[in-house]
């Protein structure tokens, strides 16, 4: 499956930012998905996954309850709505597919490119 993001951009803290990850595969729906990030300086981190059919939603405890992960099987499309954003939460942002949903949150198969998301002081 190839993975294609977008979405990132500059924005104030306390903004919002929605990312999209768009894929060509004609089984997107078969993949769990998962967005990660890395920071200036930092390694990549784990932020959120879905389960295939996008019932199940997962998160890093530092990102609950402002960034909600969702996906349209019908669009081949998985989102990340991101509000309330920190300084901290400046990064590159990843999206990435598996089929299973516990190796999605860790070393999944497929990565899409990075987009940035710069929010300032």
């Known amino acids: 499956v190839q993975l294609q993001a977008s979405g990132g951009g500059l924005v104030q803290a306390g903004g919002s930012l929605r990312l999209s990850c768009d894929s060509s595969?004609?089984?997107?729906?078969?993949?769990?998905l998962a967005w990660f990030r890395q920071g200036p300086g930092k390694e990549r981190e784990f932020v959120a996954a879905?389960?295939?059919?996008?019932?199940?939603?997962y998160y890093r405890d530092s990102v609950k309850g402002r960034f909600t992960i969702s996906r349209d099987n019908v669009k081949n499309t998985v989102y990340l709505q991101m509000n309330s954003l920190k300084p901290e939460d400046t990064a590159i942002y990843y999206c990435?597919?598996?089929?299973?949903?516990?190796?999605?949150?860790?070393?999944?198969?497929?990565w899409g490119q990075g987009t940035q998301v710069t929010v300032s002081s």
């Open positions: 595969g004609r089984t997107f729906s078969t993949y769990a």
């Open positions: 879905i389960r295939r059919s996008g019932v199940m939603t």
């Open positions: 990435a597919a598996d089929e299973n949903i516990l190796v999605v949150q860790t070393a999944p198969a497929y």
